[in-house]
Protein backbone atom coordinates (compact mmCIF):
# COMPACT_ATOMS: atom_id res chain seq x y z
CA UNK A 1 0.00 0.00 0.00
CA UNK A 2 1.62 3.39 -1.07
CA UNK A 3 1.13 6.19 1.12
CA UNK A 4 0.33 9.52 -0.28
CA UNK A 5 1.37 12.96 1.41
CA UNK A 6 -0.84 16.01 1.32
CA UNK A 7 0.25 18.96 -1.03
CA UNK A 8 1.64 20.62 2.14
CA UNK A 9 4.55 17.59 2.67
CA UNK A 10 2.91 17.16 6.43
CA UNK A 11 2.19 13.34 7.90
CA UNK A 12 -1.00 11.94 6.69
CA UNK A 13 -1.39 10.93 10.47
CA UNK A 14 -1.61 14.65 11.45
CA UNK A 15 -3.94 16.33 8.61
CA UNK A 16 -6.93 18.17 9.56
CA UNK A 17 -9.21 16.65 7.37
CA UNK A 18 -9.79 13.37 8.96
CA UNK A 19 -7.25 11.60 6.80
CA UNK A 20 -5.25 10.83 9.29
CA UNK A 21 -7.78 8.77 11.42
CA UNK A 22 -9.18 7.01 7.96
CA UNK A 23 -5.20 5.77 7.90
CA UNK A 24 -4.44 4.09 11.25
CA UNK A 25 -8.02 2.69 10.94
CA UNK A 26 -7.34 1.28 7.50
CA UNK A 27 -3.92 0.04 8.92
CA UNK A 28 -5.44 -1.88 11.91
CA UNK A 29 -8.05 -3.29 9.90
CA UNK A 30 -5.23 -4.82 7.40
CA UNK A 31 -3.17 -5.93 10.28
CA UNK A 32 -6.63 -7.89 11.44
CA UNK A 33 -7.86 -9.21 8.49
CA UNK A 34 -3.75 -10.81 8.09
CA UNK A 35 -3.92 -11.84 10.93
CA UNK A 36 -6.93 -14.15 9.90
CA UNK A 37 -5.64 -15.22 7.10
CA UNK A 38 -7.92 -12.65 4.72
CA UNK A 39 -5.13 -10.09 3.79
CA UNK A 40 -6.72 -7.82 1.45
CA UNK A 41 -3.85 -7.03 -0.68
CA UNK A 42 -2.87 -10.52 -0.59
CA UNK A 43 -4.15 -12.93 -3.34
CA UNK A 44 -5.00 -16.35 -3.11
CA UNK A 45 -3.31 -19.27 -4.54
CA UNK A 46 -4.91 -20.22 -8.05
CA UNK A 47 -3.03 -23.44 -8.00
CA UNK A 48 -1.84 -25.84 -5.50
CA UNK A 49 1.78 -26.59 -5.57
CA UNK A 50 3.02 -29.00 -8.23
CA UNK A 51 3.89 -32.61 -6.50
CA UNK A 52 7.19 -34.11 -7.18
CA UNK A 53 8.24 -37.84 -7.13
CA UNK A 54 10.46 -39.54 -4.78
CA UNK A 55 13.72 -39.99 -5.62
CA UNK A 56 15.01 -43.10 -8.16
CA UNK A 57 12.03 -42.79 -10.62
CA UNK A 58 12.43 -43.95 -14.33
CA UNK A 59 11.77 -42.80 -17.16
CA UNK A 60 9.88 -44.37 -19.96
CA UNK A 61 9.44 -42.24 -23.34
CA UNK A 62 7.29 -43.66 -26.77
CA UNK A 63 6.88 -41.93 -29.66
CA UNK A 64 5.17 -44.32 -31.92
CA UNK A 65 8.01 -44.42 -34.40
CA UNK A 66 7.42 -48.46 -34.92
CA UNK A 67 4.86 -49.97 -36.26
CA UNK A 68 4.94 -52.55 -34.03
CA UNK A 69 3.25 -51.87 -30.37
CA UNK A 70 5.84 -54.74 -28.62
CA UNK A 71 4.82 -55.01 -25.18
CA UNK A 72 1.86 -52.94 -25.51
CA UNK A 73 -1.68 -54.57 -24.41
CA UNK A 74 -5.24 -53.74 -25.86
CA UNK A 75 -7.75 -54.32 -23.10
CA UNK A 76 -10.74 -52.99 -25.48
CA UNK A 77 -10.68 -51.24 -28.93
CA UNK A 78 -9.19 -50.58 -32.42
CA UNK A 79 -5.40 -49.15 -31.75
CA UNK A 80 -2.58 -49.09 -34.20
CA UNK A 81 0.74 -46.75 -35.18
CA UNK A 82 -0.31 -44.65 -38.25
CA UNK A 83 1.38 -41.70 -39.97
CA UNK A 84 -0.02 -38.43 -39.66
CA UNK A 85 1.01 -34.98 -40.72
CA UNK A 86 2.19 -32.64 -38.10
CA UNK A 87 2.52 -35.01 -35.46
CA UNK A 88 4.39 -33.90 -32.48
CA UNK A 89 7.42 -36.09 -33.19
CA UNK A 90 8.16 -38.16 -35.85
CA UNK A 91 5.49 -39.68 -38.57
CA UNK A 92 3.98 -41.99 -36.59
CA UNK A 93 1.37 -41.90 -33.96
CA UNK A 94 -1.33 -44.02 -31.93
CA UNK A 95 -4.52 -44.13 -33.01
CA UNK A 96 -7.86 -45.51 -31.83
CA UNK A 97 -10.72 -46.28 -34.13
CA UNK A 98 -13.34 -48.47 -32.44
CA UNK A 99 -16.81 -47.06 -32.99
CA UNK A 100 -18.75 -48.78 -30.42
CA UNK A 101 -17.43 -49.94 -27.21
CA UNK A 102 -17.69 -48.11 -23.77
CA UNK A 103 -14.29 -47.50 -23.62
CA UNK A 104 -11.54 -48.28 -25.14
CA UNK A 105 -8.19 -48.97 -23.30
CA UNK A 106 -4.23 -50.04 -24.31
CA UNK A 107 -1.96 -50.70 -21.57
CA UNK A 108 1.76 -49.54 -21.82
CA UNK A 109 4.63 -52.09 -21.18
CA UNK A 110 6.27 -51.61 -17.66
CA UNK A 111 5.86 -50.96 -14.34
CA UNK A 112 4.03 -51.66 -11.98
CA UNK A 113 4.52 -48.23 -10.93
CA UNK A 114 3.51 -46.74 -7.57
CA UNK A 115 4.06 -43.13 -8.01
CA UNK A 116 3.72 -41.54 -11.54
CA UNK A 117 4.08 -38.57 -13.74
CA UNK A 118 2.61 -38.72 -17.32
CA UNK A 119 2.17 -36.91 -19.91
CA UNK A 120 1.09 -37.47 -23.19
CA UNK A 121 -0.14 -35.31 -26.19
CA UNK A 122 -3.68 -35.92 -28.10
CA UNK A 123 -5.34 -34.65 -30.96
CA UNK A 124 -9.28 -35.76 -30.55
CA UNK A 125 -10.09 -35.98 -34.53
CA UNK A 126 -13.81 -37.17 -34.15
CA UNK A 127 -16.62 -38.40 -33.12
CA UNK A 128 -20.56 -37.86 -32.52
CA UNK A 129 -21.47 -39.21 -29.01
CA UNK A 130 -17.70 -38.34 -27.62
CA UNK A 131 -14.38 -36.98 -28.51
CA UNK A 132 -12.11 -37.88 -25.99
CA UNK A 133 -8.96 -38.98 -25.01
CA UNK A 134 -7.21 -39.88 -21.27
CA UNK A 135 -4.27 -41.34 -19.53
CA UNK A 136 -4.84 -44.37 -17.67
CA UNK A 137 -2.85 -44.82 -14.51
CA UNK A 138 -2.39 -47.32 -11.93
CA UNK A 139 -4.23 -50.28 -13.92
CA UNK A 140 -4.83 -53.71 -12.52
CA UNK A 141 -7.00 -56.65 -13.98
CA UNK A 142 -9.12 -53.46 -15.14
CA UNK A 143 -9.08 -51.33 -12.32
CA UNK A 144 -7.94 -47.91 -12.86
CA UNK A 145 -7.80 -44.15 -12.27
CA UNK A 146 -8.54 -42.17 -15.82
CA UNK A 147 -8.01 -38.02 -16.02
CA UNK A 148 -9.64 -37.25 -19.68
CA UNK A 149 -10.50 -34.33 -22.09
CA UNK A 150 -13.44 -34.42 -23.71
CA UNK A 151 -13.69 -31.94 -27.37
CA UNK A 152 -17.39 -31.90 -27.12
CA UNK A 153 -18.10 -31.38 -23.15
CA UNK A 154 -16.56 -28.33 -21.05
CA UNK A 155 -15.11 -30.30 -18.48
CA UNK A 156 -12.23 -31.94 -17.50
CA UNK A 157 -12.43 -35.37 -15.09
CA UNK A 158 -10.84 -38.37 -12.67
CA UNK A 159 -12.43 -40.82 -12.63
CA UNK A 160 -11.96 -44.67 -11.14
CA UNK A 161 -12.97 -47.47 -12.84
CA UNK A 162 -14.10 -50.81 -10.92
CA UNK A 163 -16.58 -52.79 -13.06
CA UNK A 164 -18.16 -49.46 -13.70
CA UNK A 165 -17.04 -45.71 -14.19
CA UNK A 166 -17.53 -43.30 -10.98
CA UNK A 167 -16.73 -39.60 -11.10
CA UNK A 168 -13.94 -38.03 -8.53
CA UNK A 169 -12.97 -34.61 -9.37
CA UNK A 170 -14.44 -32.42 -12.18
CA UNK A 171 -13.02 -28.60 -13.64
CA UNK A 172 -14.60 -26.50 -16.15
CA UNK A 173 -12.95 -25.76 -19.10
CA UNK A 174 -12.98 -24.32 -22.32
CA UNK A 175 -13.51 -27.54 -24.87
CA UNK A 176 -10.15 -28.80 -26.28
CA UNK A 177 -10.88 -28.04 -29.61
CA UNK A 178 -11.04 -30.77 -32.49
CA UNK A 179 -8.15 -31.59 -35.15
CA UNK A 180 -5.51 -30.40 -32.96
CA UNK A 181 -3.17 -31.48 -30.67
CA UNK A 182 -3.06 -30.79 -26.75
CA UNK A 183 -1.32 -32.10 -23.38
CA UNK A 184 -2.60 -34.42 -20.78
CA UNK A 185 -0.35 -34.59 -17.91
CA UNK A 186 -1.40 -36.48 -14.68
CA UNK A 187 1.26 -36.63 -11.32
CA UNK A 188 0.27 -39.07 -8.47
CA UNK A 189 1.96 -39.60 -5.33
CA UNK A 190 0.36 -41.59 -2.32
CA UNK A 191 -3.17 -40.64 -2.01
CA UNK A 192 -2.95 -37.55 -4.00
CA UNK A 193 -3.71 -36.97 -7.82
CA UNK A 194 -3.01 -33.77 -9.74
CA UNK A 195 -4.48 -33.46 -13.24
CA UNK A 196 -3.21 -30.69 -16.08
CA UNK A 197 -4.54 -29.61 -19.20
CA UNK A 198 -2.26 -27.80 -21.47
CA UNK A 199 -0.10 -27.20 -19.05
CA UNK A 200 -2.74 -25.79 -16.40
CA UNK A 201 -3.15 -27.52 -13.27
CA UNK A 202 -7.15 -27.62 -13.04
CA UNK A 203 -8.15 -31.48 -10.79
CA UNK A 204 -6.10 -31.69 -7.32
CA UNK A 205 -7.82 -34.35 -5.32
CA UNK A 206 -7.04 -37.09 -2.42
CA UNK A 207 -8.18 -40.98 -3.23
CA UNK A 208 -6.23 -44.11 -1.82
CA UNK A 209 -8.21 -46.91 -3.22
CA UNK A 210 -5.86 -47.53 -5.86
CA UNK A 211 -2.07 -47.60 -4.91
CA UNK A 212 0.01 -49.08 -7.98
CA UNK A 213 -0.04 -50.61 -11.54
CA UNK A 214 0.23 -49.65 -15.34
CA UNK A 215 -0.18 -47.16 -17.22
CA UNK A 216 -2.65 -46.78 -19.96
CA UNK A 217 -4.31 -44.43 -22.68
CA UNK A 218 -8.24 -44.47 -22.87
CA UNK A 219 -11.02 -42.98 -25.34
CA UNK A 220 -14.97 -43.16 -25.00
CA UNK A 221 -17.43 -44.76 -27.18
CA UNK A 222 -17.66 -42.97 -30.96
CA UNK A 223 -13.88 -41.04 -30.42
CA UNK A 224 -11.81 -41.40 -33.02
CA UNK A 225 -8.52 -40.11 -30.97
CA UNK A 226 -4.53 -39.82 -31.83
CA UNK A 227 -2.01 -40.09 -29.42
CA UNK A 228 1.85 -39.04 -29.37
CA UNK A 229 5.03 -38.27 -27.03
CA UNK A 230 3.80 -40.29 -24.21
CA UNK A 231 6.60 -39.92 -20.92
CA UNK A 232 6.26 -42.08 -18.14
CA UNK A 233 8.60 -41.09 -14.85
CA UNK A 234 7.58 -43.55 -12.73
CA UNK A 235 8.74 -45.42 -9.26
CA UNK A 236 8.23 -49.12 -9.48
CA UNK A 237 6.42 -50.83 -7.16
CA UNK A 238 5.20 -54.34 -5.89
Known sequence: MKRRSGGGGGSPVRGGDGTGFVWIVAVVLAGLLGWFGAHPL??????????????????????????????????????????????????????????????????????????????????????????????????????????????????????YYDRGRRQLASATVEPPALGRWHTIRVIAVGERIQGYLNGKLLLDHRDSRFRIGQIGLWTKADSVTAFDDLVVLGTIGS
Do not use: C, H
Open 42 to 159: RRPSARADELTLPPGALTERFDFEQAELKGWKSVDGQWAVEEMPGAPSGKGVLVQRAPKNPFNVIVAPGGPYRDVDVSVRFKPISGREDASGGIVFRFVDGRYYVVRANALENNFRLY
